[in-house]
């Protein structure tokens, strides 16, 4: 029996979690966190039964108390409830499916107990990679990634060594606005930017999505997970989704990863690894004509990409600023408040106003966070 704690389990990665152990026998649920969603929290906690039922909400959290009455679950609020649900001794392995910098606290917490770690914050490796792989590897913790891109990297790279490979291909489906141009994007509705032509997920990482701001995050993710050069990571635009990353050896071999694209697979690939176990649902059809094709990333349109880039060469606090001032952009931008072209306008200003950190400790990077969010909000 394998025992997880998920933080941000009303999430889209959460409740595809949930979906994975649903049909499993073997995997049992110790923890649930999230936000502030009281109903779904306490109906997620009536079907799993976990020990503990964590709302980051403190009014949330005494409700779903009251709520909860009945049933012998242990209810905790705030960040001390969050670090309670990653450090319960009986957990084996913790989800961190929580959107942005709040997860490094928990996640650090987790990995310090020798929690195994179930990745899809990547939030937490951008801004604290420095300190979270170190501890990991010190701990003798594998940090295993829910992304899917990263998922295909790890499953394409098996027992070979990392000196071994050349290149990570990272793939990317370019988003609603492939193949536009900036003209094109000036008059883009919230609407426009939430349909993702591929992938159905949480807001923030859609709209990241539909910027290649996500892509730029996964490029510094991929750096610190598989400990590569960033000259070692290409963005290969592949709007079919298919492919969901690759590896290129030293022999020029390329290593590819293909499926559907359904979350689920990389969920329940962290959860059993080194295992594979049966996963419901459709499969490639290669009797259908499958055309799947390759592009360059449009560097100029969609120049978040190479803002984080940028972020990721300077490092130290850098890809900090990167990460807060994209949050508060794309808040601003969900809240109708900025065109969509100013998300990565403003993440360029907020870098060009920091004065750089190298090797910031967490207490810091929340710091330089707070700031960021400060700086925007005196001008937005
Ligand atoms: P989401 O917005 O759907 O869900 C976020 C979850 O975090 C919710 O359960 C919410 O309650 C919880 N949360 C928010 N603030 C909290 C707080 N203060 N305390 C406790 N819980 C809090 O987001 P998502 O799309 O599931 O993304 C989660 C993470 O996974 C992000 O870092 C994202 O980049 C990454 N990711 C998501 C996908 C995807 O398909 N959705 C794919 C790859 C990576
Ligand atoms: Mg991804």
Not at 50 to 69: F, S
Not at 118 to 125: F, G, S, V
Not at 336 to 357: G, M, T, V
Request: aromatic share 6%; glycine share 6%.
């Amino acid at each position: 029996m394998k025992k997880i704690g998920i933080l941000g389990s009303t999430g889209s990665i959460g409740t595809q979690t949930l979906e994975v152990v649903r049909e499993k026998e073997d995997l049992k649920v110790i923890a649930l966190a999230a936000g502030s969603n009281v109903e779904e929290l306490e109906r997620q906690a009536r079907e799993f039964r976990p020990k503990l039922a964590v709302l980051y909400n403190e009014e949330g959290a005494a409700l779903l108390k009251e709520k909860l009455k009945d049933t012998g679950i242990k209810v905790a609020a705030g960040m001390e409830g969050l670090l309670e649900a990653a450090t319960l001794t009986e957990t084996d392995i913790f989800v961190t499916a929580i959107v942005g910098m709040i997860g490094i606290r928990p996640t650090i917490a987790a990995i310090e107990m020798g929690k195994q770690i179930a990745l899809a914050n990547k939030e937490t490796l951008v801004t604290a990679g420095h300190i979270i792989m170190p501890l990991a590897k010190e701990k003798k913790v594998d940090i295993l990634p829910v992304d899917s891109e990263h998922s295909a990297i790890f499953q394409c790279m098996g027992q070979n060594g990392r000196e071994e490979v050349e290149k990570l291909l990272l793939t990317a489906s370019g988003g609603p606005f492939f193949g536009k141009k900036r003209k094109d994007l000036m008059d883009i509705t919230v609407e426009e930017a939430l349909k993702h032509p591929n992938w159905s997920m949480g807001k923030k990482i859609t709209i990241d999505s539909s910027t290649l701001v996500n892509k730029g995050l996964e490029v510094i993710e991929a750096k610190w997970l598989f400990s590569v050069d960033l000259e070692q990571i290409q963005v290969v635009v592949h709007p079919q989704s298919v492919i969901h990353s690759m590896v290129q050896y030293q022999d020029g071999s390329v290593i590819a990863q293909m499926g559907l694209p359904d979350m689920k697979l990389p969920i329940q690939y962290a959860l059993y690894y080194p295992e594979r176990k049966y996963l419901r649902g459709d499969r490639l059809n290669f009797n259908q004509c499958l055309q799947l094709t390759f592009d360059k990333p449009d560097l100029d349109t969609f120049f978040g990409l190479k803002l984080a880039i940028e972020a990721a060469r300077k490092g130290g606090s850098a890809p900090t600023v990167f990460n807060a001032a994209n949050e508060k952009a794309v808040q601003l931008f969900l809240d109708r408040k900025i065109q969509f072209l100013q998300i990565p306008e403003i993440i360029q200003w907020a870098l060009e106003s920091h004065k750089l950190i190298d090797n910031p400790s967490v207490s810091q990077i929340l710091e330089i966070e707070r700031e960021t969010y400060e700086l925007i909000k005196s001008r937005w």
